[in-house]
């Protein structure tokens, strides 16, 4: 495999399966559904522009063979109260000057925050709230692509996205390639602890959705330009 390849996401990164244990979590865990941020100090748990803290989804530990974000930690925030498809703005040839921050029409800011973080050694004092926090296992796994070069539709880390439709590809603001990460299959659910605000538009009262159930594919930028350079690309 030549490491061009590898670098344009033709040939594909190492691939993890990520799976969601059934026993919840009593402390903090760095490979969680909901549970305890592992976030660099100073970096505040973020909220969405209409006050709510934003629900950790999920955040793992990027496994040592992907590069180039071997060893960093991701995080997915998305507002329970705002749950709609991602919509990318485009200046010239490039996503938005920090676009992570940038309005998504109709709304003056995004409603996620995806985070890659470099430090993140401390849990934060309280867990996420709303949704069960549950461990992540990373398995290995073959994701060789199919005769149409799509991988396996999972929720995984590495390997080859299996676009749902046609691939999309992204140039971060500071000028580099955004490189496929992720990926979060179409309707997954995450468990919400009883008791809960119901998110606009789920099917059930008791899950939450990312995105309005779309696949997601994380595609971060590779020069970790800046923490939040993530663009979560949303398909079905
Ligand atoms: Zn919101
Ligand atoms: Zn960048």
């Keep these: ?10 040939a594909g990164l190492p691939a993890y399966a990520i799976e969601v244990g059934t026993e919840p979590l009593a402390r903090p865990t760095r490979n969680s559904v909901g549970g305890w941020p592992f976030l660099d100090e100073g970096q505040e748990w973020p909220e969405c522009f209409c006050g709510e803290r934003m629900a950790l989804f999920f955040q793992l530990d990027i496994p040592t063979d992907l590069e180039p974000f071997a060893g960093d930690h991701l995080l997915v925030f998305h ?52 949704l069960h926090a549950l461990p992540l296992t990373l398995r290995p796994f073959e994701d060789s692509p199919d005769a149409r070069g799509l991988g396996a539709q999972a929720f995984k880390v590495g390997g080859t996205p299996s676009w749902a439709q046609d691939p999309e590809f992204y140039r971060c603001a500071c000028g580099a390639d955004l490189v496929y990460l992720c990926q979060v299959p179409e309707g997954m659910e995450f468990a919400v602890r009883p ?25 971060a930028c590779p ?10 690309v949303n398909q079905n």
């Design 195 to 219: 008791g809960q605000p119901e998110q606009s538009y789920s099917l059930r009262a008791d899950t939450y959705w990312l995105f309005l159930g779309n696949e997601v594919y994380l595609l």
């Design 223 to 232: 020069a970790h330009c800046d923490p939040a350079a993530v663009w979560p």
């Design 1 to 10: 495999m030549l490491e061009a390849d590898v670098k344009d996401g033709r």
């Design 79 to 130: 507002c329970r109260a705002h749950n709609d498809a991602s919509e990318p703005e485009f200046t010239d040839d490039r996503l938005v000057p920090r676009y992570w921050d940038a309005p998504q029409t109709p709304y003056p800011r995004p409603f996620w925050r995806v985070m890659l973080q470099r430090h993140a050694t401390l849990p934060a004092a309280q867990p996420e709230p709303s």
